[in-house]
């Protein structure tokens, strides 16, 4: 399943394919994280123990795996106290899983639901931390849909945002864009999917948001090479190609000129299964 939401930035979406179909939230859920923790009263300078113990929303603990966590610096500083700035930029930037469940923890899973909900998101909620597999089991899910991501970037402070500037992962939507375009964008995959939300800067053109959501055979879980980022890749190509016309899309001429071959045709399916995370 290919989800595709595209819109001037703040405006009216131009292009929507699949784009409320949910799907598993992998990391882009690390943006309402983030968005959380700046819009509470938690002071960010205040240090926090770095642990690997968290507690599942179906009772009892559960822990991250190391080896399936992009971001190895955290792992170096179990046991040490560190601040919650530190740990957020982890976070975004180099998609910590440890640390986002870090910060989960100081703010809570009611201010990250808040911050769905003043989004406007319909289908989006991230309701469990990191591989909190038994509040899986249990029926709670991370889910996320391509204009819901859309909302979401579109309410976020100037502040939070500039960090989304600072993401280390510079593939998927980021490798259609030519080296050096300024980004704002969060991605996530694992095996069986690989999503991201962005908003792209161009220098000739006025800045648009994209949200490209994609679950099926493709994703491999790889952190770069990945069909499933070439696949995002050529969407974002597609998109940034029509960046001149994107502005025209509020009649109907302008809309067909910007949705013609942005998204390409739905890859084969495999039925290959995954599990969310």
């Known amino acids: 399943m290919l989800s595709v939401a595209l819109a001037p930035w703040q405006g009216l979406p131009l292009l929507l394919r699949n784009a409320e179909v949910p799907h ?21 300078d205040l240090p926090v123990q770095v642990v690997n113990r968290f507690r599942s929303v179906a009772g009892g603990t559960y822990a991250n795996d190391p ?43 009611a201010a990250v639901a808040e911050v769905w909900r003043r989004a406007g998101a319909t289908s989006s909620a991230s309701p ?44 998927d939507l980021a490798a259609g864009l030519p080296a050096g375009t300024r980004l704002t964008s969060k991605n996530g995959w694992f095996p069986g999917l690989r999503h991201c939300a962005a908003v792209v800067h161009p220098d000739d053109a006025a800045p648009y948001a994209l949200a490209v959501c994609y679950t099926g055979p493709l994703g491999s ?18 998109v940034w190609q029509r960046r001149h016309v994107l502005g025209a899309g509020e009649n109907s001429a302008g809309r067909g000129t910007v949705m013609r071959g942005v998204a390409p045709p739905e890859p084969r399916r495999s039925g290959r299964p995954h599990r969310d995370r």
Not at 82 to 89: H, M, N
Not at 137 to 143: E, F, L, M, P, S
Not at 221 to 238: E, F, K, T
């Open 67 to 109: 080896a399936a966590d992009s971001d190895p610096l955290p792992w170096q500083r179990i046991g040490d106290r560190v601040s919650l700035r530190w740990l957020a930029e982890r976070m975004v930037r180099h998609s910590s899983n440890l640390a986002t469940n870090l910060c989960l923890r100081e703010v809570g899973h």
């Open 128 to 171: 469990r931390g990191i591989e909190d597999y038994a509040g899986r089991d249990a029926g709670v899910h991370n889910r996320v849909t391509a204009l819901d991501l859309l909302r979401l970037l579109t309410s976020l402070e100037p502040q939070v945002l500039a960090l989304l500037e600072h993401n280390a992962h510079r593939v």
């Open 24 to 44: 598993d939230a992998a990391s882009t859920m690390k943006v309402a994280v983030l968005a959380a923790l700046y819009r509470s009263e938690v002071d960010l």
């Open 221 to 238: 879980g790889d952190n770069v090479h990945d069909p499933a980022a070439r696949l995002l890749a050529r969407v974002s190509a597609g």
